[in-house]
């Protein structure tokens, strides 16, 4: 049979903003209200057809809060694919996901394909004047911007099938 290809991705972004809850999202289909916070990182792995090629997403799901901060570049080091995430709510939290996405523009592979997904989305009625930096920011900085909802599932999977296709395309 045809050999998966394999995308190590990471997951950054403030604790609290819902990188857990798209991790499970994507890899199970499940939401968790009560989802703890995550200690040092977890790995969740997945394989998804693009195009008729697969591709197994190693994926790292890292922590959020401040003290783990130093730990995060032993996971995007090396790694094809990043995804930052912030909370729609939480203007702190997209400024936290500025801060991560230039420390990968800085530190990491060149090549990395980024997404900025603004998370929580079903929690806002109308996400255009909220996500309008962002999308300005995305565009700027040459990321793939996606506002997602882990809850509803909202345009979680596109952003793992966008970054197949991108990676598959390199
Ligand atoms: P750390 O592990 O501490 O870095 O946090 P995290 O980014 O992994 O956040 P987590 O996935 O644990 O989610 C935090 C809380 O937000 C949980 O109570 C989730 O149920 C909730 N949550 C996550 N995503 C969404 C979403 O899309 N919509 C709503 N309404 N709640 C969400
Ligand atoms: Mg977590």
């Known amino acids: 049979g045809s050999k998966a290809k394999q995308i190590k991705l990471v997951l950054l972004g403030d604790s609290g903003v819902g990188k857990s809850s798209i991790a499970l999202r994507f890899v199970r289909g499940e939401f968790n209200e009560n989802g703890e916070t995550t200690i040092g990182a977890a790995y969740l792995t997945k394989t998804i057809n693009c195009q008729g090629c697969p ?39 997209y400024h936290k996901a500025t801060r991560w996405v230039k420390e990968l523009l800085q530190q990491a592979n060149a090549m990395m394909v980024i997404v900025l997904a603004g998370n929580k989305a079903d929690m806002v009625s109308d996400t255009r004047s909220t996500n309008e930096d962002a999308r300005k920011f995305a565009n700027e900085n040459k990321l793939i911007f996606a506002e997602t909802s882990a809850k509803t599932g909202m345009h979680v999977d596109d952003i793992f099938a966008q970054i197949g296709n991108v990676i598959a395309r390199q």
């Open 55 to 93: 591709i197994k997403f190693d994926i790292w799901d890292t922590a959020g809060q401040e003290r783990y901060h130093s730990l995060a570049p032993m996971y995007y080091r090396g790694a094809p694919a990043a995804v930052v995430v912030y909370d729609v709510t939480n203007v702190n939290s």
